[in-house]
């Protein structure tokens, strides 16, 4: 074979390569617009409040009415806890902002702990969902003192 045939064999090659790299490119950008795939609010809120739990010094989750509700279904058969209780979100197609309730231990810096579980929050989020988390607003309802119990007072009356 000589030089110049050689040279264009290569160069043909080359083309044929990259012409199948874009034809496999182009495969999978055509697989992902024969769809749509939407994400609930709930899945969302369920992410948060995983990430957020698994943080120290995060006692529980939830406002205080949200909490004696959720300590009523606790105690029901099959009720659960619901991993959900004190995160609210909004999704839109490709963002998403959270709202989230935190009672925190006593003695634990608040500012590390809220901080931690933004920080928690958006990088579950953001990897199992692929949304991108324009912001995680974070209450800090109330302070788990070392000598309460783990039942509210408003527990103890329904009983």
């Not at 003695?107 to 702990?113: L, N, R």
């Not at 949304?131 to 408003?154: G, Q, R, Y």
């Amino acid at each position: 074979m000589s030089e110049t045939s050689a040279a264009s064999k290569e160069v043909s090659d080359n083309k044929t390569l990259q012409a199948g790299r874009r034809g496999a490119s182009n495969n999978a950008n055509s697989a992902a617009n024969r769809g749509q795939t939407t994400i609930a609010d709930g899945v969302v809120e369920k992410i948060a409040g995983m990430a957020a739990r698994d943080v120290d010094g995060v006692h529980e989750m939830g406002g205080g009415l949200s909490r004696t509700f959720g300590a009523v279904r606790d105690k029901v058969p099959g009720g659960g806890k619901a991993v959900s209780r004190g995160v609210k979100a909004e999704v839109g197609d490709t963002q998403t902002a959270l709202d989230l309730q935190l009672v925190v231990e006593y003695g634990v810096s608040i500012v590390d702990v809220a901080n931690t579980v933004r920080k928690e929050v958006i990088s579950a989020v953001q990897q199992m969902t692929g949304l991108e988390v324009v912001e995680v607003n974070i209450a800090v309802d109330d302070v788990k003192l070392p000598d309460e119990d783990d039942e509210d007072e408003s527990d103890r009356r329904l009983q």
